[in-house]
C-alpha cells in the first residue's frame, strides 16, 4: 500500500483483517528475533496496537473505513492510527497522565484525576493559569485536544461565556478520558519565518544512538595496541637471539623481570581492549609469542615444536616489517600512526553530544556553524581529542537537521532533500498562515499550535470517498469561527500558497507533489479563496473506481492552460472535450455515491483513455489513476493558471531537470528485480517535462528537445537505448506527428503488459 496516496479503502477490503493479521505477525518476529533490544521494545508495542485492531474488529468496537473508527468517539477526537490507515480503540489524548498533569493538579490540591484537573480549570484560579498561558504562549500542544481548555478561557476572557458554555458541554462527556489542556514550555511560540526539521533534541537523541564503527575501532585497536605490544614482545625475544635464532642466548635475571611485567602489561591491555582477538589465537604470531613466554618465565623449558614456532614468527616478523627500530619497520608504524590519528566518528560525536546539551531542546538552532566547528583547545584539554580536528560529514549533516531557518534557506543546503520531506515541514507555515485570519494574538498563537498538532493527526482509511476530518471541524476550532478576520487571512495565504508552490516545483521538478504536501496547499487556497482544485494521489491498490469533481475542476484548469500545446498533443487529449464536459456536469443534478459527490464523467473519460475495463486488479487501477494525473497534470496547472506561480530557472531549465531525472530513474531498471515503481516514477518526471516544456516559447522548447539525445549520452550505455522511442515518440509530436507511430512510443507509467521499456537492449 502507498502510505503517501489518499487513503480510500473498498467495502470488501474494509472487512478483512489480513493486512492488520500480517503485520501483527510480522511485529511478533521482529519482537522474537531481533538483535536490538530497543527495536524489540518497539515491536512489541506495534504486537499491543495490532491486537487493539484485530479485536475492536473482532467485536464491533471498530468500524474499519468510518470517519468514527471508534465506538463512542466522535469524528473530532483524535484516534490512535497505526500503519496502513487503522485505527486501534485508543484516542490519541487518552492513557495514563502526563507528568505536567500531575504536577497541574498538585498545585491546584485536586486529585490526579482528568476529570478533577478540568473542573479545577473551568474555575477562577483555574482560568487565571489558562489567562497566563494564553498571553505568555509558553506551552505546547501535542494532540488538538490539549487546546479545547484553552480555548474555553479564551473565550470566557472575551466575553463569549455563551460560546464558552457550549464547548464545554461538547467536552464534559469525555473529560475523565482526554487530555485537554495544555503542555507548559520554557519556550515561547517559534519563529514564524523559520522552520526546523530536527529540534535540538532530536538531532541529540540521533547522535546518541549512533554506536562506534565496530569494524574501524577493531582496526583501530589492533593498530594503536596490539601492534606496539607486539613490537616489544618481539624486541623482547630478539635479545635472546644474538646472530643466530632466538634463545641461542641464555636470558639473564633482568630479562626474566621485564618478560613478567610484559606478560602483566597484556592482561591489563587484554582486558580493557576487547576488540581483537587475534592475540588469543595460539597459532598466530603475537600468540605464539607471548605462549612462549609464559612459559619461559613459569621455568618450563620450551618443547621442540613449540620451539620452532616461536622461531618461524620471530623470522617472520622480521622478514616482513623488518627489525623494531629499524628505518623500514619505522616508516611502516609512522604510516600506520598517521591512519589512526584522526579521533573516531563515535568520540566526535560524543564531544558534539555535549555541545547540544548546552542548548534548549524543544527547538531547532539558528545557527549550527558553532555546533559542527573543529575541535577548540579547550575541548582538547577535556576530552583528550586533538586540537582541530574536524567533525565528520556524516555528524555534521546530523545537526544541520535542526536548522531553524526559512523553508527556501533550508532547501538551498540540502536539509530538505526531497518533496516528501518538504511535505513534513509545511505544516509549520501553513499554521502561521491559517492563523494570521484571528486578530487578537493571544488567539492567532493558539490557533497556529493546534492546527501545528492536527497536523500530526494521522490518516484513517475511508470507505465511499468519505473525506479526512479537517481542522475546521474541531469544536474549539468552530467555537472561535467568528473571531476570523478572513479578508486579512487571505493574503497572507496566497502569498504563502504562491511561494510554497514555487518551491516545490522548483526545487524538486521531477517529482510529484506528495499528499501530505498537496493537502496543506488545499488549506491554504481554502483560506485565500483561490478557487483552486487542488487533487491527490489515489493508491492503485484501494481505489474505487470513482472520482470527486474536484478532479474534473482541476482537468479543466489545465484545458484551459495547456489547450493546443504539446503536452495535449503528445497524450492525445481532446481538452475542448473535457471543457464541455465540465460545463455540462456543472449544470446537471449532483450524483452521489453514498454520501460523496463524485464526477461520472471524469470517471468515464479516464476509463475509456485507459483502454476501458479489463477487470479489477492493481495496474488496470493504475492505468486509470495515470489518466486522471495526465488530464488534470496533478496540479501544476492549477499552480500556474490559478496561482500564479512562476518558478525563478525558468520551464526551459525545469524540463531539463525533469529529464535528468527521467535518466537516473531509467538507470535503475538494469538488473532491477522490482522494476515498476522505478518505470511509474520515471513516467512522473517525463509528464512534468512535457508540461514545463508546454509553458516555452517554440524556439526554448525546440532547442530543450535537441539537448535530451546529449543529456542521455551521460547516463549509461542502456538509458538512451530504452529512451530511444519515446524521445522518437515527443520528437515526432514535436514535429506535428503523433507518439506511438514511426518507432515512438509515448511513455506512461502503468501497463497490464510488460513494459516496453523493459523490453528495450540492456546494453
Sequence with gaps: MNDDAEQQLSAWHGASTDYPQGLLARAFVTALTHDDAETRRRAESRIERWRAVLAGMADGRLAIGSRTPVAGLPAWVTPEVVRGGFATSAASAEGPLQPYEREAASGAGVPAERRALFAYCLTEPGLSRLYALLDSGRYEIAVPEEAALLTVAWLVRAGDVAGALDLVDVLEPFADRLRFTPRPSALPSPDVEAVHRRTVGDAAEALARRKPHAAVETQREALTVWQPFGDELLAHWLETAGPGPVLERVPNAAWYERGVVLLRRYHDLAAAHTRCTKHRNPKENLGILRGALEETVAGRPLGARRLGLLRHAVESMVRRRGLPGSGRHTQLRTRQAAQTAPPSHHALAQLVLRRLAELPQETGVADVAPLVADVSADEAAGTGLPAGAPVPVAIRQVVAAALSAP?????????????????????????????????????????????????????????????????????????????????????????????????????????????????????????????????????????????????????????????????????????????????????????????????????????????????????????????????????????????????????????????????????????????????????????????????????????????????????????????????????????????????????????????????????
Excluded at 484 to 505: F, N
Excluded at 689 to 714: G, K, N, Y
Excluded at 740 to 761: E, I, N, Y
Design 407 to 763: 523553508v527556501g534557506t533550508l532547501v538551498e543546503r540540502g536539509v530538505v532533500p526531497s518533496a516528501e520531506v518538504l511535505a513534513k515541514l509545511v505544516p509549520q507555515l501553513v499554521a502561521v498562515a491559517v492563523a494570521q485570519a484571528y486578530p487578537d494574538e493571544a488567539l492567532r498563537t493558539l490557533m497556529a499550535a493546534n492546527y501545528r498538532a492536527f497536523r500530526n493527526r494521522r490518516s484513517l482509511l475511508l470507505l465511499n470517498l468519505e473525506r479526512q476530518v479537517r481542522a475546521e471541524e474541531l469544536p474549539w476550532v468552530r467555537a472561535v469561527a467568528d473571531q476570523r478576520a478572513d479578508k486579512e487571512g487571505r493574503e497572507p495565504a496566497l502569498t504563502a500558497l504562491r511561494q510554497l508552490g514555487e518551491l516545490a516545483v522548483q526545487a524538486f521538478p521531477g517529482t510529484l507533489l506528495p499528499n501530505p504536501l498537496v493537502r496543506e496547499l488545499g488549506v491554504l487556497a481554502r483560506q485565500a479563496e483561490a478557487g483552486a482544485p487542488f487533487v491527490e494521489e489515489l493508491a492503485a491498490d484501494i481505489f474505487m473506481g470513482t472520482f470527486t469533481p474536484k478532479f474534473l475542476a482541476a482537468a479543466r484548469i489545465a484545458a484551459e492552460l495547456l489547450g493546443g500545446t504539446l503536452y495535449e498533443r503528445y497524450y492525445g487529449i481532446d481538452y475542448a472535450a473535457v471543457r464541455n464536459l465540465a460545463i455540462t456536469e456543472a449544470g446537471e443534478a449532483l450524483t452521489r455515491h453514498h454520501t460523496a459527490r463524485i464526477s461520472p464523467g471524469f470517471a468515464r473519460l479516464c476509463t475509456e483513455r485507459a483502454g476501458g475495463s479489463t477487470g479489477w486488479s492493481v495496474a488496470a487501477n493504475g492505468k486509470v489513476i495515470e489518466q486522471a494525473q495526465i488530464l488534470t497534470t496533478h496540479n501544476l496547472a492549477t499552480l500556474v493558471s490559478r496561482i500564479g506561480i512562476s518558478p525563478a530557472p525558468g520551464w526551459d531549465d525545469l524540463a531539463r531537470r525533469c529529464f535528468a531525472t527521467v535518466c537516473r530513474k531509467t538507470a535503475r531498471l538494469h538488473g532491477n528485480p522490482r522494476p515498476l515503481s522505478t518505470i511509474k516514477d520515471a513516467a512522473y518526471a517525463w509528464r512534468q517535462m512535457l508540461f514545463h516544456l508546454s509553458l516555452c516559447d517554440p524556439a526554448t522548447q525546440a532547442e530543450v528537445i535537441a539537448e535530451l539525445d546529449e543529456e542521455a549520452a551521460r547516463h549509461p550505455n542502456h538509458v538512451a537505448m530504452r529512451l530511444a522511442p519515446a524521445l522518437t515518440g515527443l520528437r515526432q509530436v514535436a514535429a506535428g506527428g503523433t507518439a506511438d507511430s514511426g518507432g515512438g512510443r509515448r511513455f506512461l507509467g502503468w501497463t497490464t503488459q510488460r513494459h516496453w521499456l523493459l523490453s528495450q537492449s540492456r546494453g
